[in-house]
Each structure stands twice: as C-alpha cells, then as structure tokens.
C-alpha cells in the first residue's frame, strides 16, 4: 500500500529551479524598491542640501551624521555632504566619532534647530561593540543549528541528527 | 536594526516558550527558526558588494534592503526551506519565517529620529513606514542586556517546570 502521507521524494532539480524563482522575485523586489524609492524619507538629502541650501531653510528635515565635535548644547556634525553643520538643542551624551540622528528644522548659517536627536553611537567604540556582538551572534547560531542538524552529502539536504531516514 | 546576538536571543526565547504548547516545536525546529532571525541581516552584504556594483551590471536601480522586508524574508525562507527534506519543509518554513518575522520586528521596535521605521511591510505596503515606539538604539548594551536576563529566566522556567 502506497503511504499517502508522505510526499514523494523532490529531485533536486526542483529544488533548485524554486530556489532560482525566489531568487529572481527576490531580485525583481530589490529592483522594484529602489526604482520607487521606497526606503525614502520625505526630506531633502545631503547632496541636495549641499547645493541649494538656502531654498530648504524653514523645512523638517531628518540627517544622520558623525560627530565631530561639541560645544555646550550644540553639535558639529559632519553628514554626506555637508562637511560641518551645527545642531542646536542637544542634551544628550555623546563622543566625537559618534554618531547622531536629528530630526530639525533647517535654519540659516547651516543650522539645524533639533527637536529631536537620537543617539546612534554613543562613540566611535559602538561599531566594534556592534559586530562583536554580532560576531558571537553568528557563533551561537551556527553551534546551535548544527547541534541539531547535519550536512546529507547524498541529497544535498540538512538531516536531523539521529535520523537515519529523514 | 539590532545585532545578530539580540535577535538571535529573542528567537530562542519565543520559540522556547511557544514550544510549551506547540508540540512539534522541539530542540531542531528552536535552531531552525534562531538561523531565521538572521535572515532580515542578510542586507548587511551591501558591505562587501556595493548595490551600485550591481546596478551597473543589471543597467537597473537596485538595493540590498529588501531581505529586511516582509516580502524578502517570506521568499529566502522559502529559499532555505528547499535545503530540509521534503516532510520537513511545513515546519522548516514556519520555523524560519517566525524568526525572520521576529526581528522585523525587533528592528521596528527601535528608535528612528522622525518616529517612523524604514518601510519593512514592502511590497505589501509599499512605502508605508510604521510609526514606531522608539524603544532603544542598536549600540545599547542594556538591550542585550535585558534580552540575555530574560533568555536566562526563560531557560530556567523550561528546565524546571516543564
């Protein structure tokens, strides 16, 4: 009698020809996303800014930059572009080499009048904490998935360790 | 978007305590879904191969973001889901797509200056950024912090009373 509960066998073949779709769909999005500008926010870049600032003064606007150094409440901030613009109303902490998200409105004189400023990197010393971090993220993935599964060479699959049939 | 540490941490510990009443969520299928919360950070390989590398080959715009996105997880879970047999794949798929899911949003959960998260829900919702609760920065290590304590309680709960 034919077990209708389990599925046939895939050849590998199949395998790969789903993997190929998911891969051109995942390709067609990644064109499509940045042909809509979908990751874009509704603020001039840095670029812009750079060159016609003065036509943008008055307007919200969102930049990231690295700090470059700090005066009482004020930041220098250097973000693409624009190799020094000062922040006005910061009370955070934060080191030179940090960096800053601000969300102001643009002012004259390369201002930004900050309402409010997130701290991405407290210091220059956050990047390394970062991948260190998710260097020994890595570690505990891999150890963990492969303390469970196995590499099959004959099908070219993972196999649960302690099966012999799958 | 968080380290790898954190989601991975977060994964483990949902799929701990879902396996309290899932009964088919079991050690492998825990190990299965923590490799899917490293899917969303599967974008960081725009660090080795710039996106406009790419874009002047296709002759196309192009990005490495989406595997950060609703649309993208859903497809490369589907893509690692090919490599378990075939009566694994239900469970490989559910398992990856809840991490990957998990992280999505774990990152949403972070604080952006303007109060709106990148666009994850694309290409369901194509520009949408969802407003978000700012709940902490990445280079915080109270977050991970926080995430390693309640890992340890849910590792005790599950080794003494289940």
């Known amino acids: 009698m034919i077990d209708t509960d389990t599925p046939p066998p895939v050849h590998l073949w199949t395998r790969a020809v789903v993997i190929l779709l998911c891969l051109v769909s995942l390709g067609g999005l990644s064109v499509h996303y940045d042909a809509i500008d979908a990751g874009k926010r509704p603020y001039p870049d840095t670029g812009t800014l750079d060159a016609e600032y003065e036509v943008h003064v008055g307007e919200d606007i ?81 150890g963990l998935f492969f303390r469970s599964w196995s590499v099959s060479f004959t099908d070219l699959t993972f196999r649960r360790r302690g099966d012999n049939d799958g | 978007m968080a380290d790898l540490l954190t989601h991975a941490l977060v994964a483990f510990s949902v799929l701990t305590v879902g396996s309290w009443r899932v009964e088919w969520i079991r050690k492998p299928w825990i190990a299965v879904g923590v490799c899917g919360s490293a899917i969303p950070d599967l974008m960081k390989i725009k660090i080795l191969v710039d996106p406009e590398t790419i874009e002047s080959y296709l002759g196309l715009p192009f990005t490495w973001v989406t595997p950060a996105t609703l649309g993208g997880v859903l497809l490369l879970s589907a893509v690692i889901t090919m490599g378990f047999p075939r009566t694994e794949w239900r469970r490989a798929y559910v398992a990856l797509l809840t991490g990957a899911v998990l992280s999505l949003v774990g990152d949403w959960l972070r604080a952006f200056p303007d109060g709106h998260s990148d666009p994850w829900l694309y290409p369901f919702l194509l520009t949408y950024r969802p407003p978000t609760p700012g709940l902490y920065v990445t280079s915080d290590p109270l977050v991970l912090g926080v995430v390693i304590a309640v890992t340890t309680c849910v590792l005790l709960l599950d080794r003494y009373r289940f």
């Open chain 1, 62 to 142: 969102v930049l990231y930059g690295t700090v470059i150094n700090r005066q009482d409440d004020d930041l220098h901030i250097r973000s693409g572009d624009l190799t020094d613009i000062r922040v006005t109303g910061f009370t955070g902490e934060v080191q030179p080499g940090g960096v800053v998200a601000v969300d102001g409105t643009l002012q004259e004189d390369r201002t930004i009048a900050a309402s409010n400023v997130v701290v991405v990197n407290p210091g220059p010393w956050a990047f390394t904490y970062k991948y260190a971090v998710s260097g020994v993220g890595v570690v505990f993935i891999l």
